[in-house]
Structure formats: structure tokens, C-alpha cells
């Protein structure tokens, strides 16, 4: 039981989650030592959104709406941590949501999507084939779903997937709290920030944006400003952090 008033409540209970969905298999065990990672370079970001990681959000809105074909790829985690922030994504960006894993078995992907389902994902399932250049099996998915997709947002996602992504000509939106991740290089657009932070604002941004700002963020954003201020943000909180 960890009381409310704990200091680190939010993320005590966000660790007990991880823990129980990786107990019922949705979660790997890779998968809790990637949540590690990512919360130590939340830790290097005070725990909140930066000025660049909310362009980068707005930016995330701009793209999926402007997409023919949007996709929400989805694993373990992020199941786990915003099954219900991801039915409100999709709802407002029109966005087919495929779940796609690294350790993948029929068990899993089906308690993964009835989790999703169950929060009011609509899933695109239906059979999968081996259709992505890669040697593992984040390989598979589906022939209407993900390959056929022009705009990609990956939360939490491996470099390798994010490149032969890219190298397929989508355009890959990356939600990834490490700025030097091969993904976050890899990535058209690299959103530096929490999941479930970062996962709402691009929601709102669908709803609330004009069709002249979404015109001016899909021209205009640049992933190297976006990763080297996120970047400077950490640096700078670690230059200070005895102050
Ligand atoms: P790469 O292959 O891209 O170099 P990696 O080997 O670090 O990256 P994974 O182990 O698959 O990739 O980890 C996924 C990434 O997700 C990590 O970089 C981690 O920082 C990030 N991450 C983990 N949890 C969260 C979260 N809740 N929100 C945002 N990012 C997260």
C-alpha cells in the first residue's frame, strides 16, 4: 500500500502497475528495465513538459491529422501505462491503433488488445505477416495497418523498428525521454517527454489547433532543435542540481 502523501506517489504506483501487468504477461521483463531508463532521464527533466517538448507535441497533432493513413503503434508498456490516453488519441486523430511487440505471442497480443479494448481502443487486428526489413519479430504486422501507413507515432519504441521505419519513407513520430536513443535520432519527430504527459497534449492539439497552425508546424519543426534543447534542459538541471 503506498500512502498518497508519498513524495513519489505518482510514480510508486505507475512501477506497482508495471509490476502487475508484467505479472499477466503484458509487460516483458525488457520492458520494466526500459521503464528504468526512461525514468532516469525523466528525472534529468525535472518530470515535466519542456517548451520544445510541447511543439514537438503540437507538431505530433499537426502530422497525424495531416496523414492519409495514421497509425498509433503500441507494445507492452504503453498499454500498461496509457491504454485510456490512447482511445482519446485515437478518437481525436482518426488514427488506426495496431499493437506491435518485440516478444511477441498470440497470449500476449491478445491480452494487450483486450486491455485496450477494454479502456475503448478500437483495434486493428486480424492476421499479421512478416512484412517489416527486420530479423526480429517486430517484423510482423498488418498489410493494412502499420506497412500501409504514412504517418507513424511509435511510443517507446526500439532503434532498429524506428530506422526500418523510416527507411520504408514514413514519416515516425517517437515519444522517448532518451534524446540519444537511436530512435529518437532516427525518428522525423522526436517527442522528449513522459508517455502519459505527452500522450494527452497531442490530443488536445488535435482538437484545438487551427488548419493554419497545423499548415505552418509540418513545415517548420526540426528534430535537431528538438533533441539538442532537450538535451541543454537536462544539462542544465544537471549543472544545477546542488544549487
Ligand atoms: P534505442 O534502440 O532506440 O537506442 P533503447 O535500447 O533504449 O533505444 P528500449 O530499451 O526499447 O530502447 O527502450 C525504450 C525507450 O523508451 C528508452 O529509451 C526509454 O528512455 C524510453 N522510455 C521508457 N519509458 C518511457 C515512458 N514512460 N515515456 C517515454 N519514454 C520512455
Given amino acids: 500500500m503506498i500512502p498518497r502523501d508519498h513524495p513519489r506517489y505518482y510514480s ?11 505479472k499477466k504477461g503484458i509487460v516483458s521483463f525488457g520492458g520494466l528495465a526500459a521503464h528504468g531508463r526512461g525514468e532516469a532521464f525523466d528525472y534529468l527533466l525535472g518530470e515535466k513538459t519542456t517548451k520544445s517538448a510541447f511543439l514537438a507535441q503540437q507538431t505530433a497533432a499537426a502530422l497525424l491529422m495531416a496523414a492519409h493513413h495514421p497509425v498509433i503503434s503500441v507494445n507492452g508498456n504503453s498499454a500498461a501505462l496509457a491504454a485510456h490516453e490512447i482511445a482519446a488519441l485515437q478518437r481525436s486523430s482518426g488514427a488506426l491503433v495496431e499493437v ?6 498470440k497470449k500476449r497480443i491478445g491480452s494487450i488488445e483486450r486491455l485496450l479494448q ?30 500501409s501507413s504514412d504517418v507513424v507515432l511509435v511510443p517507446l519504441e526500439d532503434g532498429d523498428r524506428c530506422e526500418a521505419l523510416v527507411s520504408m519513407g514514413k514519416k515516425v513520430i517517437a515519444i522517448d525521454l532518451n534524446p540519444l536513443s537511436r530512435t529518437a535520432r532516427a525518428a522525423t519527430l522526436t517527442i522528449v517527454d513522459e508517455l502519459t504527459r505527452a500522450v494527452p497534449n497531442i490530443t488536445r492539439a488535435c482538437n484545438e489547433l487551427s488548419q493554419k497552425d497545423r499548415d505552418r508546424l509540418t513545415v517548420s519543426f526540426d528534430n535537431n532543435y528538438l533533441l539538442t534543447d532537450a538535451i541543454r534542459e537536462m544539462t542544465a538541471r544537471l549543472s544545477h542540481a546542488l544549487d
Avoid at 506491435?100 to 505471442?105: D, I, M, P, V
Avoid at 478500437?122 to 502499420?146: K, T, Y
Fill in 12 to 22: 510508486l504506483m505507475t512501477r506497482e502497475r508495471l509490476a502487475r501487468c508484467a
Fill in 118 to 147: 477494454d479502456a475503448g481502443v478500437d483495434v486493428f487486428s486480424g492476421e499479421a505477416e512478416r512484412l517489416l526489413p527486420l530479423s526480429h519479430d517486430r517484423a510482423w504486422c498488418r498489410r493494412n495497418g502499420i506497412f
Fill in 100 to 105: 506491435n511487440l518485440f516478444h511477441r505471442t
